[in-house]
């Protein structure tokens, strides 16, 4: 693994592009896209957990759609009020 | 997201209500087996909304059985639910295809000659001159080359200074330029002759070279010779010569016509009936029965082009009948009235016959004669015409 991210470092490879860590984009505070998400926890309209491989994501709000969602990402809309992770203990 | 709209629209999709406890277990399986999920969101405690594509529902169903949610479908949309729903007018939409193509391919012809610019040549005789080349109803637009034929034609009629053939729409329209028929110019060197080119009474003969074959009083008749291109001299003998002479002659235009003061005339009462007719090509379609219910009537005929649009006629042709119901009755007139009928009917008939308007008015002298009969007058018009007559012609 370490050899690996020495050469993706040095070919300036995305990582999420090799590996499995999510990816998000937040765009104004209506719009969230996560990329390689492992599944959803929770989904409630002021409320969705979604799980990564890192940890979870929970994201508070009003309205909250998934608007798109394909095997590895997923856009979530709606008013985002706040967001915070939960790193996976290792 | 526009493409994916358009996509979604074509292959089909479904809009199904998603009830149950497990429903985060639900989006996880749908996840898992490549299933799009569009639009989700969550509606009530209990069920969510999404939109589906046609090809992964039956999937939707068979995951919703193993999390124990219920999947119902409460809208389709896209087009092949779309072709199933009109699956029976199948015939409809053949037509409606038929009917553009036929459109379309009925463009491709000509239905239409029209003819501009034309004052002394009719108009048939214009379109019969281009059918010959080729521009007639119902040839292909495509086969006509217009720069050619246009030069063809021209070369081939001499009367014609100008013709352009354009096509606009299913019309070809024809403009043409009549030539100014150049009078011929004898030169002066040239030996020639005058002859008279209309009949009539010589009243005056001023002859500047040559020797006058007639002499004031004379009547002549239309290619008399007037004034030969001779000279006699006592010292030269006869020579030939280019003959000069100013020549008026009176031209004389009669005719006389006679009426009786009781007359029948027609009178239009009012009614009128009304019949129409389709003409498609030479088959025609009546509306109306052939015989007409009045006793006495006048027709009027008047007939109309379909067209499409500004300018794509279509061989189909509207006639509209008008007969108008007359009664005839009888009119006396008086004296004065009769001659003034009579005298306005002779002025157009010899109009007609020698265009008497073509000579300048100052020099047309015009009188009439009316001479009393039992029951009615005779009215003799006659105009006296003064006029150059002569005209040169070559030896």
């Known amino acids: 693994m370490k050899e690996y991210n020495k050469i993706s470092k040095f070919l300036e490879i995305p990582r999420e592009v090799i590996s499995d860590i999510p990816k998000i984009t937040i765009t104004g505070f209506d719009e969230m896209i996560i990329e390689n998400f492992k599944g959803i926890l929770e989904y409630e309209d ?33 008013k985002i009020e706040n967001i915070d992770f939960e790193g996976k203990q290792i | 997201m526009i493409f994916k709209i358009i996509y979604m629209f074509f292959a089909g999709y479904v809009t199904v209500n998603i009830e149950g406890f497990f429903i985060e277990r639900f989006l996880n399986i749908c996840r898992n087996k490549n299933i799009v999920l569009q639009d989700l969101h969550r509606e009530n405690n209990t069920y969510i909304k999404v939109k589906i594509l046609k090809s992964d529902f039956k999937e939707i169903r ?7 949610c219920k999947a119902k479908i409460e809208k389709k949309s896209g087009i092949p639910f779309f072709l199933n729903k009109y699956r029976k007018r199948k015939i409809f939409a053949v037509a409606l295809i038929v009917i553009a193509i036929f459109i379309f391919g009925m463009t491709k012809f000509i239905w239409n000659v029209e003819v501009r610019g034309n004052e002394k040549i009719s108009k048939e005789e214009i379109i019969n001159l281009v059918s010959q080349y080729g521009i007639k109803k119902g040839k292909l637009k495509s086969s006509i080359n217009t ?17 352009g053939i354009s096509i606009k729409g299913t019309n070809a329209i024809i403009t043409i330029e009549e030539a100014i028929e150049a009078p011929e110019i004898i030169d002066k060197n040239e030996m020639c002759n005058i002859i008279a080119k209309e009949d009539a009474i010589i009243s005056k003969i001023i002859v500047q070279s040559g020797t006058a074959k ?11 010779l007037l004034v030969e291109g001779v000279m006699n001299g006592e ?24 009426e009786n003061f009781v007359q029948n005339i027609k009178v239009e009462t009012g009614n009128e009936e009304e019949k129409n007719e389709i003409c498609i090509n030479k088959f025609k379609i009546n509306f109306n029965k052939g015989v007409s219910k009045f006793k006495n009537y006048d027709t009027i005929t008047s007939s109309k082009k379909v067209k ?24 006396i007139y008086t004296e004065e009235e009769l001659k003034e009928k009579i005298i306005k009917e002779l002025e157009q008939e010899l109009e007609l016959e020698y265009q008497i308007s073509k000579y300048e008015e100052n020099n047309v002298n015009k009188t009439d004669y009316t001479s009393l009969q039992e029951d009615g ?14 005209e040169k012609q070559l030896k």
């Not at chain 1, 994501?57 to 709606?78: A, E, P, R, Y």
């Not at chain 2, 720069?147 to 013709?163: C, F, P, Q, T």
């Not at chain 2, 007639?214 to 239309?222: A, C, I, L, N």
């Not at chain 2, 649009?309 to 005839?328: G, Q, R």
């Open chain 1, 46 to 78: 002021f409320f969705t957990r979604i799980s990564t491989s890192i940890g979870n994501i929970n994201i508070n709000g009003f309205n909250l759609k998934l608007n798109q969602m394909t095997d590895d990402d997923i856009l979530v809309s709606g």
């Open chain 2, 62 to 68: 068979h995951i919703a059985r193993t999390t124990k």
């Open chain 2, 214 to 224: 007639v002499s004031v009083g004379d009547e002549v008749k239309k290619g008399d």
């Open chain 2, 147 to 163: 720069e050619k034929l246009s030069n063809a034609i021209r070369l081939d009629r001499g009367d014609l200074s100008w013709i």
């Open chain 2, 377 to 390: 007058i005779k009215v003799k018009l006659v105009y006296e015409i003064q006029e150059e007559i002569g």
């Open chain 2, 308 to 331: 499409l649009f500004s300018n794509f006629y279509l061989p189909i042709e509207i006639k509209k009948i008008t007969n108008i119901e007359v009664v005839n009755e009888e009119k």
């Open chain 2, 235 to 258: 010292h030269t003998g006869t020579r030939e010569v280019h003959a000069e002479a100013n020549i008026l002659g009176k031209i004389v235009y009669e005719k006389e016509k006679k």
